[in-house]
């Protein structure tokens, strides 16, 4: 069965340190996973996805993340947060292959990130 | 772009009334899901359409809940009757095609409190 962790309910960093909100995942064959992000009161918002190809994923708002087929992870990162970057964050997985496999995307319970100024 | 449009944004009324929450996908979508959002189960699914045919129905909680698709460009997700305990905020996305890589694109939700 596809499932997906984020171990840390809230992340607190400060405006302009480096900030890393972390995502394991677990499917039967190989992933496509994403990143959401969701401001009070607001749907969520698509931020970036990996579907093949390089590690590195660039998306939105200078976030990136990184794609480790070994940990079975995909953490989401950005060089210099900002105090506008908090907000709730989801990582989703659904599996890639067809055959049976269900076409449901599976969310993470989401981790809080605040900035501080 | 026009985004996911849902309405209303807020929803208040007594136990045991009917409710329908209404959804127009991004046009040119034809996936299209809808979940609850709660603070005790997090984000769950629902039930989703391809090309305005209900595929999966397996995270509907209830009979008390129905979901219909009758154009490419509506659909609605109707409670009834309501309960307390359905008190939620209910999202509606759309994707283009069903194929696994494609995002889905989230409404703003709207906002249900059965009182």
């Known amino acids: 069965a596809q499932s997906v962790a984020q171990p840390e309910d809230q992340v607190n960093v400060a405006e302009g340190n480096p900030l890393t909100v972390k995502c394991t995942y677990s499917v039967s064959g190989n992933p496509y996973l994403f990143w959401y992000v969701q401001y009070p009161n607001r749907g969520l918002q698509f931020l970036l996805k990996?579907?093949?190809?390089?590690?590195l994923v660039k998306g939105s708002y200078g976030f990136e993340a990184e794609f480790n087929k070994s940990q079975t992870s995909f953490h989401l990162k950005k060089p210099s947060a900002l105090v506008s970057d908090s907000a709730l964050y989801f990582c989703?997985?659904?599996?890639?292959?067809?055959?049976?496999?269900?076409?449901?995307?599976?969310f993470g319970t989401g981790t809080l990130l605040a900035v501080q100024p | 772009d026009a985004g996911v449009i849902q309405s209303p944004r807020h929803e208040v009324t007594e136990m045991g009334q009917e409710v329908t929450l209404r959804c127009k996908p991004i046009s040119g979508h034809n996936s299209l899901f809808w979940y609850r959002q709660t603070m005790m189960r997090g984000l769950e699914l629902l039930i989703y359409?391809?090309?305005?045919?209900?595929?999966?129905d397996s995270g509907m909680p209830e009979d008390r809940f129905s979901a219909k698709m009758p154009n490419a460009s509506f659909s609605t997700l109707k409670i009834q009757p309501s309960e307390p305990r359905d008190s939620a905020v209910y999202f509606c996305?759309?994707?283009?095609?069903?194929?696994?890589?494609?995002?889905?694109?989230f409404g703003d939700g709207t906002r249900l409190s059965i009182l």
């Open positions: 359409f391809n090309n305005n045919v209900p595929i999966d």
């Open positions: 989703a997985v659904r599996e890639a292959d067809y055959g049976g496999a269900t076409n449901k995307l599976i």
């Open positions: 990996y579907i093949t190809g390089d590690n």
């Open positions: 996305a759309s994707s283009f095609r069903a194929e696994r890589n494609q995002p889905q694109h």
